[in-house]
């Protein structure tokens, strides 16, 4: 702290999207202009529905976070704010009554502890919250395989997907004598609706870097590698520079804390397929390769990158180390359910007031985190059901809201805790069109190895489409029951292994909706649209919303009048029902 005021602006990918810059530019020119306040910066707060965001810190380290800044506002918060010393209320983030206090209450931050409170792009910030001091702890100590144990006693699992437990993985790793080994992160994060290793990397570095190097340590390694989709310039960017800086201060680089332990990373950037996310064929693609999975055994631990001994972790598992290696396993083991430990961190998508990055306890309900957390719809729309794990995963209905964040709770329901993608939906999603949109992708994403996986999903996706399109007939749903179950069991990799998930979720707890468009031919929830149609009812106000903004004005009616659509012109894009403040516009 300086002693002046500071104004710290938040500018992760969500923040600069949400017109972060032009906020900060502003700010830079007042400061260049003499305005007595440091200017900083930070990643993401978590709230990316509320962006861009900014925090003023008094001289005294007081603090205020405000929400939904921009150049307008941001002018009078310097004016009141910073040179009245009188914070604008109604701008405030409350972080400890009501709404905030719902959606902060329940979270508990480790992965994302240094998120929005540190600037990325300075060590010394990472340095002053307790940053390397893990690696040091653990180069004094000097005993690779107490690391293992310590992270084995803590229980982490694996965050990545599968959800396997890391101090095994380190375990059987540091087992294969070889004077060459190496660690990869993986930082591919392909499920749609994914953006949780994003911005940790955008907004917590080190702590991924740590995490690589106490892991390398441990197994034996002294050479990684982060895997990054080349979609994330700016995680990418502040990696280089956290690369940079830390072998500078030689917390990377030769014999790192005057240990014999020498060790070197490198970004390899990725071209955006799914399936480079898988971890061998995330491997083929560092080898230069075209990215494709191959059959385990031999697991990456034995002969992995280059053939050599490889421990692969996800970018929060490799977060979550630091965290216990200075805090102990106990403390970490303290938190979650018997056989899922610590804390998740989920994005959360979709139909959902508070949009943006939560990381809460394991052992939570789903409906905690959706409908508190979360804040539900925001809507007067109810939840219907959330996608968890992306393409792998599937859709758990709101009558399964009871569930516990678990590895082993989870899965029962057919879905997967997954990387932590959380899409909601509410009663305009239609679960046949969800379907069809994750199997689109998985079809797509197919590497065309495994039969099953590129021409069954192809074959499922037909089918998907055809019942959308109203053209389902009754074997369709058999078909894909069994096209579902040969896909699962002869696909080589996690992606033909799990593609059908969607589907399969969504035929077990919303059944009726695929019978009501094969044989009702309805699509109720109004997005398939050579399913539906809308009708404006009595409870329409004659607002003229709907009317001002369909785009192919085929909506009439006076001002304060009943309005009705044309249906011979109508293309059913459901633009009247979603801006319609008064439920007036209803499907059929
Ligand atoms: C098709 C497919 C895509 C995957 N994508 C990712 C990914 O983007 N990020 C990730 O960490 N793991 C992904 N995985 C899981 C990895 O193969 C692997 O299990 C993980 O990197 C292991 O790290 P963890 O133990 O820390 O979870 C994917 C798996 C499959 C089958």
């Not at 009558?399 to 879905?415: M, N």
């Not at 007939?473 to 029951?481: R, T, Y």
């Amino acid at each position: 702290m300086s002693g002046r005021k500071s104004i710290v602006v938040g500018m992760s990918t969500c923040n600069i999207a949400a017109g972060a810059e032009e906020v900060h530019d502003f700010l830079a020119e007042r400061v260049a202009a003499g305005l007595d306040a440091d200017l900083l910066v930070t990643g993401c707060f978590g709230m990316c529905f509320a962006e861009p965001q900014v925090r003023i810190v008094d001289a005294d380290g007081a603090s205020r976070l405000y929400a939904n800044v921009n150049r307008m506002r941001i002018e009078k918060i310097v004016a009141e704010d910073v040179l009245g010393g009188k914070p604008v209320d109604k701008w405030l983030v409350k972080l400890d009554e009501g709404e905030g206090q719902k959606l902060w209450g329940k979270q508990k931050r480790i992965v994302l502890a240094n998120c929005g409170a540190i600037d990325p792009e300075k060590i010394d910030d990472y340095l002053a919250r307790d940053g390397y001091k893990a690696l040091e702890k653990v180069l004094r100590a000097n005993d690779r395989m107490a690391v293992i144990q310590e992270i084995t006693a803590s229980g982490l699992r694996g965050r990545g997907g599968a959800g396997f437990s890391t101090g095994m993985k380190w375990k059987f790793a540091y087992g294969y004598e070889n004077p060459k080994k190496y660690v990869v992160c993986n930082a591919d994060e392909g499920d749609p609706g994914a953006f949780m290793d994003r911005t940790t990397l955008e907004s917590d570095p080190h702590a991924v870097l740590e995490g690589m190097a106490i892991g390398a340590f441990a197994t034996g390694a002294n050479e990684a590698y982060i895997y990054c989709r080349a979609e994330y310039p700016l995680a990418i960017k502040r990696l280089y520079i956290a690369i940079e800086q830390a072998t500078a201060r030689g917390f990377l680089g030769e014999k790192i804390f005057g240990s014999p332990f020498s060790f070197e990373i490198h970004v390899k950037e990725g071209a955006g397929a799914f399936v480079c996310g898988e971890e061998t064929a995330l491997m083929t693609s560092i080898e230069g390769r075209r990215g494709m999975p191959r059959v385990r055994p031999p697991f990456p631990a034995e002969a992995g990158l280059f053939g050599k001994p490889t421990t692969i972790n996800n970018v929060e598992t490799w977060a979550n180390v630091p965290w216990i290696i200075r805090n102990g396993a106990a403390a970490f083991a303290a938190m979650g359910t018997e056989k899922s430990k610590g804390t998740k961190v989920f994005a959360l998508a979709g139909k959902i007031k508070n949009g943006g990055l939560v990381e809460v306890p394991m052992g939570i309900t789903l409906d905690e985190i959706i409908h508190e957390v979360g804040g539900g719809t925001g809507t007067k729309r109810q939840v219907k059901a959330v996608q968890m794990g992306g393409p792998s995963g599937g859709c758990v209905p709101r009558s399964l809201f009871g569930t516990k964040i678990d590895y082993d709770e989870v899965t029962k329901t057919g879905a997967i805790m997954g990387s932590g993608g959380m899409v909601v939906m509410d009663e305009t999603t239609c679960m046949v069109d969800v379907a069809r949109y994750f199997l689109n992708f998985t079809q797509l994403e197919s590497c065309g190895k495994c039969t099953f996986c590129r021409i069954g999903t192809t074959r499922m996706l037909e089918i998907l489409t055809r019942i959308c399109d109203g053209k389902g007939v009754p074997e369709d749903i058999p078909a894909l029951e069994d096209l579902a179950q040969q896909i699962k069991t002869t696909s080589l990799c996690g992606l033909g292994q799990t593609a059908p998930n969607p589907v399969l979720t969504t035929l077990r707890y919303f059944r009726d909706e695929y019978e009501s468009h094969i044989f009702d031919k309805k699509c109720r929830a109004g997005k398939c649209r050579s399913l539906c149609s809308f009708r404006i009812t009595e409870a329409c106000t004659g607002c003229m919303v709907c009317a001002k903004n369909c785009p192919l004005d085929c909506i009439s009616g006076e001002k304060k009048q009943l309005h009705v659509i044309d249906q011979a012109k109508c293309i059913r894009c459901g633009v009247c029902r979603d801006l319609c403040k008064f439920d007036a516009v209803v499907v059929g």
